[in-house]
């Protein structure tokens, strides 16, 4: 029986960082608690811990001071598993998990615009949680000559890894349209508004590094739990 593929502890926990920072909860300059101290806080080995600020050592986001501790360093360029995953808690900030409800290969919708070659698109229906609540519920359609074949048991949490590490493209740019929307009668019972309640809507089209459009999707949200947040600096 296959497993749904999860990212390792140490990815898992430098996107919460990421996110705190993003956030504006971690600002620019900050000290962080000794390292022993902080993996007790989050539940980590050291080690793992250690992991988690070495990836953001390597994004530009920690600097390690010898003999004096660990710094942000707030960057323009966030970028982590989940970098154009666009919504937060309503106090900011939140790690994104998803559950995968059904994968199939059919027609585009109608109403999406045109996007890959193939007439057919692998549409992928997930739920998303932040730190495990239900915030929003999402439709991806996948240009059906990107991939033979999308199987439930292969997508993890961040679908753009699973394309870069599986496919072998991946997401550079995204065009979001924000507005309110019916919830579609799909919609899971473990998500609120119900279905047919006005809900956020994110329409997205997404474009591959070569400037070619691979993905439509739409994101429903609950705005008591969730809020769109796109930042420029």
Known sequence: MSTRPTPPKYLTAAEFLIREIAAGRLSDGERLS?????????G???????????????KGL??????????????PDITGLYGFF???RPDGGGVPT?????????????????????????????LRRL?????????IWLDGARAREVRQ????????????????????????RVGLAPVPGWAPTGFAPAPGATAGHVA?????QDGQAVEFSETWFDPATARYVARQR
């Open 44 to 58: 980590l080995a050291v080690g793992t811990l250690r992991r988690a600020l070495a990836d953001l050592e390597g």
């Open 62 to 75: 920690l600097e390690r001071v010898q003999g004096s501790g660990n710094y942000i360093r707030n960057s």
């Open 34 to 42: 000794p390292e022993r101290d902080m993996a007790a806080e989050m």
């Open 86 to 88: 666009r919504l937060e």
């Open 98 to 126: 998803a559950e995968t409800l059904s994968v199939a290969l059919l027609p585009k919708p109608a109403h999406a615009p045109d996007f890959g070659a193939d007439r057919n698109g692998h549409r992928i229906r997930r």
């Open 131 to 139: 730190d495990g609540i239900p915030v929003a519920i999402e439709e």
């Open 153 to 176: 048991a292969d997508l993890s949490d961040s679908l753009y890894l699973f394309y870069r590490k599986s496919l072998g493209f991946w997401i550079a740019r995204t065009e979001d």
């Open 204 to 208: 997205r089209l997404a474009q591959d």
